[in-house]
């Protein structure tokens, strides 16, 4: 057995949780981290694989959510339709954010990406108001309604996101090994040499920029629909930073590191929550220790071992 399989082995006991602890409350949590999950996986093809760092993918992540509540309660589509839509609108805008940002780099980028992301914020409370419902949001965004099954029981879901989230584990693999995820590696390794033998850079970066907006704009969606609710704080610069902090916890450029990342955050944020009103703080300064003392996060931790005891056993 290899760290990789040591690793997926553990993000199955993970996601095997509400199977074991069938209680609402197990379940939901889970159905959270299964979300999260394919927002980070998303997420670390920009920042883990190309190292891009943005703080724009909210944007993304909300607009998402806000399409599939518009199309299926104001317009009367499916979900699945609806939910392939969000994907859609969140690649579109990831598409339009990398003709600005893309063009600098480094912190200019990550910046750039805020700046964008926090213009849609403040258009979603302010201008566009009568699509957003403002600071208020839209409650009430539906559940898909398949094969006569209960969506709306969160056990049901589960295997509904379930799904979804292996094929997004599976498309992330599968783009990680393929030519365009070792050109991407090659750009991260050197961009300057990257382009001086024939890859077109700022092509590619638009390509990986907006496949991560198809997995934000499909995982806001399905959140919306989780909670039954969408409002402005989904495009949020937090919320950026949210997932920020569970890709470099879990383990960036890996394959598992962002699950096992958003696992620890949300049963972290779940449990802390209910101790005290401080906790994003005391999260916050968990993670800069965590940081400090596994740079290379969880699944650096978890290969470094298993490497020391099993010396064949390097992935």
Avoid: C
Wanted: glycine share 14%.
């Amino acid at each position: 057995m290899n760290a990789q399989r040591l690793m997926a082995l553990v993000v199955a006991i993970i996601i095997s949780v509400p199977l074991m602890f069938p209680d609402g409350q197990s379940i939901g949590l889970v159905n959270a981290i299964l979300i999260w999950s394919i927002f980070a996986i998303g997420f670390d093809l920009v920042f883990g694989v190309v190292g891009m760092l943005s703080f724009g993918h909210a944007a993304f992540f909300g607009v998402g959510a806000y399409t599939l509540s518009l199309l299926t309660m104001r317009m009367g589509w499916d979900f699945i339709p609806a939910l392939g839509a969000a994907g859609v609108v969140g690649g579109a805008l990831a598409l339009v954010f990398s003709y600005f940002a893309i063009r600098v780099s480094g912190l200019f980028f990550a910046l750039l990406t805020l700046a964008l992301s926090q213009l849609i914020y403040i258009m979603a409370g302010t201008k566009l108001r009568m699509l957003t419902g403002g600071v208020d949001g839209i409650a009430g965004v539906p559940r898909p309604e398949l094969f006569g099954i209960d969506f709306y029981n969160d056990g049901n879901y589960y295997f509904f996101l379930l799904a979804l989230f292996v094929l997004a584990l599976l498309i992330s693999g599968l783009i990680r090994i393929s030519p365009l995820g070792q050109a991407l590696k090659a750009i991260k390794s050197n961009e300057v040499r990257a382009e001086q033998i024939g890859f077109n850079v700022q092509r590619l970066q638009r390509s990986v920029f907006t496949i991560s907006g198809i997995y934000a704009g499909v995982s806001g969606g399905l959140l919306a629909s989780l909670i039954f609710y969408v409002g402005p704080q989904m495009l949020h610069w937090t919320t950026s930073g949210d997932v920020v902090i569970m890709v470099l916890l879990g383990g960036m450029g890996t394959l598992f590191g962002p699950i096992l990342g958003v696992a620890i955050f949300e049963i972290m944020r779940e449990w802390l929550s209910t101790q005290t009103s401080h906790w994003y703080g005391i999260l916050g300064l968990i993670f800069i220790i965590s940081t400090i003392a596994m740079p290379k996060g969880i699944a650096g931790m978890i290969i470094q071992l298993w490497n020391r005891i099993m010396p064949g056993g390097k992935s």
